[in-house]
């Protein structure tokens, strides 16, 4: 396994094309919208109706999950009369794929036809106003992971130096928060920031990233939603608030606690996913 980007991870090699066959060959649905769900969502999955689903391991050239006794899968079916293609099988840059990989799951999306993107996250709430099970509609994103899905030869499927001035599809969200509104669940907006991990955040850290405009935190999401919009996609983003993040309030963070709440919020994060689906 490489580490890191290196030239041969950044080339084209992983591309899409045999696991777009593999799915063709008994799927000919086209999916409106893609959704990669974060560890919490799993039963969404299994909510669709009329689904067919691939264990990530029977798609060519779909980056092997470093997940313990988590195999990914990837599942066509209808939720809310819409077709959508649902991802669980989200690939970290910490679990050690090059950048490029981590984006394959978006390339695949977009190559089966979808044109808009959902991707939850959990996320430590650096906003202070912010409490475990807050959910965040994200407006726009901060990439300290200082790396880029897009590094290597330009594919040709969008420009060279995609526009990132609005990553976030502004009407998608305005629609969403109505729809919010109407099933009586709160939302926040805010300003999504992205580190590798897989360590959390120093207090120094939380006090610097606060400083320049954050609002949450996470180790996901920001090349996904690069690549997506680079494809041309329309993107709407939500985060669980699972904890405060490191020095917000005393204390010391565990990845329990990010289960425990995300949990918690579960049933409210999947009302409200449905919601933004018809809209
Ligand atoms: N930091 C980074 N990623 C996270 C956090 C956090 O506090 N909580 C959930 N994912």
Excluded: C
């Excluded at 202070?128 to 994200?138: A, V, Y």
């Excluded at 200082?146 to 609005?166: A, H, K, Q, V, Y």
Aim: aromatic share 8%; charged share 20%.
């Amino acid at each position: 396994m490489t580490f890191g980007p290196s030239f041969e991870d950044s080339t084209l090699t992983r591309t899409v094309d045999a696991a777009v066959s593999a799915i063709r060959a008994t799927e000919d649905r086209v999916p409106a919208v893609a959704m990669v769900l974060g560890s919490g969502l799993g039963a969404l999955a299994d909510a669709l109706d009329d689904a067919q689903e691939w264990p990530t391991q029977d798609l060519p050239g779909y980056p092997a999950s470093t997940v313990e006794g988590h195999a990914g899968r990837v599942l066509i079916g209808t939720l809310e009369g819409v077709t959508v293609l649902v991802i669980r099988g989200r690939l970290h840059y910490y679990e050690g794929h090059s950048i490029r990989s981590t984006t394959f799951p978006i390339r695949l999306a977009y190559a089966l036809g979808a044109r808009k993107l959902l991707v939850t996250n959990a996320a430590g709430g650096i906003n202070r106003r912010f409490r475990p099970g807050t959910l965040m509609f994200i407006t726009d994103h901060l990439n300290l992971g200082w790396t880029n899905p897009l590094i290597g030869p330009n594919s040709g499927e969008g420009p060279r130096f995609p526009d990132m001035s609005n990553p976030y599809d502004a009407d998608w969200l305005a629609k969403a928060e109505e729809k919010a509104l109407e099933l009586g669940i709160a939302t926040e907006r805010g300003v999504y920031l992205w580190t590798q991990g897989p360590s959390y955040e120093t207090k120094a850290e939380i006090r610097f990233f606060e400083r320049i405009g954050a609002d949450a935190v996470g180790m996901s999401t920001v090349p996904e939603v690069i690549e997506a919009v680079y494809l041309g996609m329309k993107v709407l983003g939500v985060s669980t608030i699972t904890n405060h993040a490191a020095g917000i309030v005393p204390g010391e963070l565990n990845h329990e606690e990010v289960m425990e709440v995300g949990a918690m919020v579960r049933t409210q994060l999947e009302r409200l996913v449905r919601g933004v689906l018809e809209v």
